[in-house]
């Protein structure tokens, strides 16, 4: 459930940078299923497979049907699986309500801010809404629950604390990963502050503390706190221009020039390297302090995740659900008869209201999504 919930946040994202159209379609005001007496509506579920299919790049449905065919699935399926995750969501809202948790309007503004500080205006941010058929309501609600879930994770799920064994066998299978690898931090400006950003590069080649600038100065106020730390590159997903700056620089090096990308300028420094050797058996005692902390830091997010999926369960286990019947003429119920299951579709689908679709040839092998958590930017920015 939360690896859906994570892939929604990045779906979300891709329909708003993606600006895709068509898709949405209407459902009227019929409800999909009920949780302990809650509504899911239709409506709601079609907005999620129509973002599931911009991020996979499935808006055309000779392409949809396609990957329905080649995937063996059907529209009645993935509707089921939407619902049932949405059903989890729900509970799970739900149980944090009951706890006394709420997500406060200034929090769901400051969410909604961020994204749309990645377009240029308004007109240009209510234009993506309109073209990805959703609204600002839609992504309001999305965010609240997604913040009412991580509150039940942070506070009502125990994870047990890695035992010793646990964490030398996370050492032995993971540590050959980080061959190479290299930990950095960044000084970020906005694009419209390059003036600024130059000068603090040139204070920092005088010799000015970058730990002290990235806190007075940069904008990812994530890392900021930490003079601008962003740990190591193989535990995270820079964009390509920052990986691309951090690959030719070594240990203690700074970048000599602006690295420019869509978040802004940055200002990157190589802070440690690791190169490993067959020939040694790494342990707490021999392993870098912030790659040991790595480790253990993702065998607890793994054990965590365990625990708070097994809650869900026991939640969705209890709760009264109750699933309607499919409605008829749903925008993603295409019909795959004209397709085949073996990777290419023939030209001009038909949808199940029997008109063509026209369109040319297709290949829709699934798309691998994204499941990196958009709980932050870090992971995309290099912050």
């Not at 994202?13 to 409800?31: F, H, K, P, T």
């Not at 729900?90 to 997500?103: I, L, M, N, P, T």
């Not at 240009?124 to 992504?139: H, Q, R, T, Y």
């Not at 506070?155 to 890695?162: E, M, R, S």
Request: proline share 2%; with cysteine; charged share 20%.
């Amino acid at each position: 459930m939360r690896k859906f919930k994570k892939l929604t946040m990045v779906a979300l994202c891709a329909v708003l940078a993606m600006g895709l159209s068509g898709i949405a379609g209407c459902s009227g005001g019929q409800v999909a299923a009920t949780v302990n007496g809650e509504n899911i509506m239709e409506d709601e579920v079609t907005e999620y497979i129509a973002m599931m299919r911009s991020s996979y790049g499935l808006t055309d449905d000779t392409a949809w049907a396609q990957y329905l065919a080649y995937s063996g699935s059907t529209a009645e399926s993935i509707r089921s699986q939407v619902i049932q995750s949405l059903a989890s969501e729900k509970v799970v809202v739900q149980a944090a309500k009951d706890a006394g948790y709420s997500v406060s309007e200034e929090d769901i503004d400051n969410a909604i801010n961020s994204m749309k500080s990645r377009y240029g205006s308004d007109e240009d941010w209510n234009s993506m809404l309109e073209k990805a058929g959703i609204d600002e309501d839609f992504l309001r609600k999305s965010y609240e629950s997604y913040a009412l879930e991580q509150q039940v994770e942070d506070n009502l799920v125990q994870a047990p604390t890695p035992t010793d064994e646990q964490i030398q066998q996370a050492i032995d299978s993971s540590i050959q990963s980080y061959d190479g690898a290299k930990r950095s931090s960044h000084i970020l400006f906005s694009s419209s502050d390059e003036a600024t950003a130059q000068q603090v590069l040139q204070q920092l080649k005088d010799g000015a503390d970058f730990a002290t600038m990235a806190q007075q100065y940069s904008t990812d106020t994530g890392s900021a706190a930490n003079g601008g730390d962003v740990g190591w590159d193989n535990a995270s997903s820079f964009v390509t221009e920052y990986q691309s700056a951090l690959d030719g620089l070594s240990k203690g090096e700074m970048t000599q020039d602006l690295v420019q990308s869509q978040y802004g300028y940055h200002i990157i420094l190589c802070t440690d390297e690791f190169h490993y050797n067959s020939g040694t058996t790494y342990t707490k005692d021999n392993l870098p302090d912030s790659i040991y902390e790595a480790i253990v830091s993702s065998l607890s997010d793994s054990l965590k995740s365990q625990a708070y999926s097994s809650y869900v369960q026991q939640l969705v286990s209890s709760a009264d659900i109750q699933i309607n019947d499919m409605p008829s003429g749903l925008p993603y119920d295409v019909d795959t008869s004209s397709v085949s299951s073996t990777g290419s579709a023939s030209s001009g689908s038909t949808s199940s209201d029997g008109s063509s679709t026209g369109g040319s040839d297709a290949s829709a092998s699934p798309s691998s999504a994204a499941t990196t958590s958009t709980e932050s930017d870090s992971s995309s920015s290099g912050q």
